[in-house]
């Protein structure tokens, strides 16, 4: 989510199951099925940001299929989009007890411990996460240690395990972000102008990213294209804070 308003994407990549289900046979399906069926579409729309069909579609989902660990995993990051951190909590419990070996519950949940300070538990969750043997995504529990060490400040350690992630995935755009932030606040900003144009190929503009940009290019002595994107953040994202904080910075 920036990854750190990650959730949504993170846990649609990480779906389990049900891919090849064919709602035209929906009549003849079980309720498992049905319940794999609702939980797709769910986490479609909660990508997509349609909160109110994704409750209805997950909420469906649960009823018909309770012992659904990913179901669980789904409306925990549904309930953490709201702010509702109780439930959220909830539901990842819920998650871990249905399927304890589940890399990608354990990631989720880790990232989640960490944004709430419980980074003892958090760690433990991601580096199992991590070493888990059915992981063939490491790079999304790499990119989520690494953003947990951005939470203590130690970011000498959190550029280690982008970096990692970056070996195992190398277009994996919140690493990428993460990078360019990195190689800024350690002055090397040819660096973060690499990593963002890398992180451009494969995702669009965040209002931290064209903020992070502007101040690179400032500090490089491009004033011509730090201009183009202080009026590309101001256009896009005028209500960001990175907005305010570009209209302070070029107001001294």
Not at 96 to 118: A, T, V
Not at 137 to 148: K, S
Not at 175 to 190: D, P
Request: hydrophobic residues 40%; glycine residues 6%.
């Amino acid at each position: 989510m920036s990854v750190k308003n990650l959730p949504a994407t993170l846990l649609w990549l990480f779906l389990a199951g049900g891919c090849g289900l064919m709602p035209a046979s929906r009549e003849t399906l079980s309720s498992a099925d049905k319940a794999k069926l609702n939980l797709q579409m769910g986490a479609r729309y909660l990508d997509m940001g349609m909160l109110d069909v994704a409750r209805e579609k997950l909420e469906t989902a649960v009823r018909l299929d309770s012992g659904n660990a990913e179901i669980h995993n789904t409306l925990a990051v549904f309930y953490e989009r709201i702010r509702d951190y109780d439930a959220a909590d909830d539901s990842y419990r819920n998650a871990m007890q249905k399927d304890p070996e589940s890399f990608s519950i354990k990631s989720n949940y880790g990232r989640f411990l960490c944004d709430r300070g419980k980074y003892d538990k958090a760690f433990e969750l991601l580096n199992a996460s991590l070493e888990s043997a059915m992981n063939n995504r490491p790079w999304f529990a790499l990119t989520n240690i690494g953003l947990c060490h951005v939470k203590q400040n130690d970011f000498s350690q959190a550029e280690t395990y982008f970096r990692r992630a970056l070996q195992a995935q190398p277009d994996y755009a919140p690493a990428l972000l993460e990078m360019q932030r990195i190689s800024y606040q350690n002055q090397q900003f040819m660096s973060a102008r690499a990593f963002m144009e890398r992180y451009l190929g494969v995702a669009k503009h965040t209002p931290e990213s064209l903020w992070i940009a502007f101040q690179t290019e400032r500090a490089l002595g491009n004033g011509k294209l730090a201009e183009e994107y202080r009026e590309q953040l101001l256009g896009s994202f005028p209500a960001s804070k990175e907005a305010q904080q570009v209209r302070t910075a070029i107001s001294k």
